[in-house]
C-alpha cells in the first residue's frame, strides 16, 4: 500500500504505483499530487484492515505517517516509525553498537541552560524529529552555544510552518557529539526476516566545514563497490538492535577516518524524499519501490560492471532563509540547468511553499565531481528574478 503527501510526488512514483497495482490511501493530498493517474485508491477502513494484517506500506513523504500511527492497527509497524523518527530514540536503541558516543536530550525550554561543556565540542544540535536539515546547527565552542540558541528561538516558529509537527518538531532537541568523516545516504529495505537490501547509496558532499545543507548527492559505481558490503553488514546490526522487519528506511551515516561507521539518522517508511529514490532508476537501471514490494535484491555485480566511471547526481537548488520567497518574480531554471553537462531530470518545486526551486538530476564522468562542486557553491540566488 502507498500513502501520498507533501511536498513532492514523481510521476516516476505513480507509474510505479500503477506497474505494481499497489492501492493507495485515499486522501485529499494524495488526488491533488497524483493528478489524473488511474490509482486504485481505498479508504481508511480499507486501509487499516489491510495493515494490521500485515501488508506492506511505503510513504513517500514523512508527512504521511500520521496516517499509518493513526490507527494502531498495527503495533510492531508503529513501534519501528518511532525509533526512527524520534532521533534522540533511536540514539538511545543503537547505543549498544556505540557505546563511546555522547548525546543528550533537551527540550526546547531548557536549551538557554544547557551547559555546552557538558560534551566535547564541536556538537551538533537538532529537533529530535526533524527533516531536510531545518533546524540544524553546528556548535564548534562552547562560546558559540548562545548564539546557536537564538538561531534556533528565532526558526523554531518557521519549523512548523512548512511542515507537520509530526515531521518536524521544535519542542525537543537533540544534543550530540559531532562526527567527523564522510557522509553516506543508504536507500535499504529489511525483509520478513530482518535482512537489510540496499538499492542504492549516496555520497552526501559537503561544500565546507560548516555546511549543513542537502545541496549534492551522488552516486558511483565506486562507491558502490567500495561501501555495498560494508554498510549491508552495519545495517544488519541496526535491523538487530531496531528489530526492523518488512520495513523499508533511508539511514544516514558517517564514516570516520579510522573506518568506523556511525548513524546520523534514520528516516522510516520511505527511500530517499522528495522522490530522490527515483535517482536509484537514473544511475542503475531498475525500480527500487519494485524491489521493496516484491523483495527483489539487485544483481550489482552486473549492475555496477556495466556502470563503471560515471557518476549520477542530484543537486537541489535551495534558498537561503534569509530570502523574502514572495518577493520572487522568476527562476532561471534554464541558467541553473546549464551547470549540468548531461542533465537527466529537472523538477521545478513551488518556492512559495518550500525554501527550494528545483531539483537536478544529472549524469557526468566520475572525474569532473571536483568541477561541478565548484559551480555549486555560488549562492543560488543568482538563478532567483525578484521586485
Given amino acids: ?14 507509474d510505479s504505483i500503477l506497474e505494481l497495482g499497489q492501492p493507495v490511501l ?29 501488508g506492506k506500506v511505503y510513504t513517500n513523504s514523512e508527512n504521511g505517517l500520521e496516517h499509518v500511527l493513526r490507527c494502531r492497527c498495527n503495533e510492531d509497524l508503529a513501534r519501528q516509525i518511532d525509533i526512527c523518527k524520534d532521533k534522540a530514540l533511536f540514539r538511545e536503541t543503537v547505543a549498544g553498537l556505540h557505546p563511546d558516543y555522547r548525546f543528550q536530550r533537551v527540550p526546547f525550554d531548557q536549551l538557554a541552560d544547557f551547559d555546552p561543556t557538558a ?6 544540535v537538532k529537533p529530535t524529529r526533524g ?8 556548535v564548534d ?26 515531521v518536524v518538531s521544535g519542542g525537543e532537541f537533540i544534543i550530540e557529539q559531532a562526527i567527523h568523516g564522510e557522509e553516506y545516504a543508504i536507500d535499504v529495505y529489511y ?45 544488519r546490526d541496526v535491523g538487530r538492535q531496531c528489530g526492523f522487519r ?33 535517482l536509484t532508476h537514473h544511475a542503475w537501471g531498475f525500480n527500487p519501490y519494485e524491489c521493496y514490494f516484491k523483495e527483489l535484491r539487485p ?56 525554501p527550494v526551486f528545483a531539483f537536478a538530476f544529472a549524469s557526468m564522468p566520475e572525474a569532473e565531481l571536483d568541477a561541478l562542486k565548484a559551480t555549486i557553491m555560488q549562492d543560488f540566488t543568482c538563478f532567483v528574478v525578484t521586485g
Avoid at 502507498?2 to 512514483?13: C, E, G, M
Avoid at 542530484?314 to 514572495?326: A, E
Wanted: hydrophobic share 45%; charged share 20%.
Fill in 1 to 14: 500500500m502507498i500513502v501520498l503527501d507533501y511536498p513532492y510526488v514523481s510521476r516516476f512514483l505513480t
Fill in 26 to 54: 485515499d486522501t485529499p493530498q494524495a488526488r491533488a499530487l497524483a493528478g489524473d493517474a488511474p490509482l486504485d485508491y481505498i479508504d481508511e477502513i480499507e486501509f487499516s484492515a489491510r495493515l494490521a494484517l500485515g
Fill in 119 to 124: 560534551l566535547d565540542g564541536p556538537f551538533i
Fill in 131 to 138: 527533516f531536510f536539515s531545518l533546524g540544524v546547527h553546528v
Fill in 141 to 166: 565552542t562552547p562560546a558559540d552555544w548562545p548564539a546557536a540558541v537564538k538561531a534556533i528561538e528565532a526558526e523554531r516558529a518557521a519549523l512548523n510552518a512548512e511542515y507537520p509537527e509530526a
Fill in 191 to 235: 525483509d520478513a526476516e530482518g535482512d537489510p537490501v540496499v538499492t542504492n547509496i549516496l555520497h552526501h558532499t559537503f561544500l565546507s566545514a560548516a555546511d549543513v545543507s542537502d545541496r549534492l548527492y551522488y552516486t558511483s559505481a565506486r562507491i558502490m563497490e567500495t561501501w555495498l558490503l560494508p554498510f549491508t553488514d552495519y545495517l
Fill in 246 to 278: 518488512d520495513f523499508v528506511t533511508h539511514i544516514e551515516v558517517r564514516v570516520t577516518d579510522s573506518g568506523d561507521i556511525l548513524p546520523i539518522e534514520a528516516n522510516p517508511l520511505r527511500l530517499a524524499g522528495w522522490c530522490v529514490a527515483d
Fill in 299 to 354: 544483481d550489482w555485480d552486473a549492475i555496477l560492471t556495466e556502470n563503471q566511471g560515471t557518476a549520477t547526481v542530484m543537486v537541489i537548488g535551495d534558498l537561503p532563509s534569509s530570502l523574502d520567497r514572495t518577493a520572487i518574480r522568476s527562476i532561471d531554471y534554464a541558467g541553473f540547468q546549464s551547470m549540468f553537462s548531461n542533465i537527466l531530470e529537472l523538477r521545478e518545486i513551488d518556492y512559495r511553499q518550500y
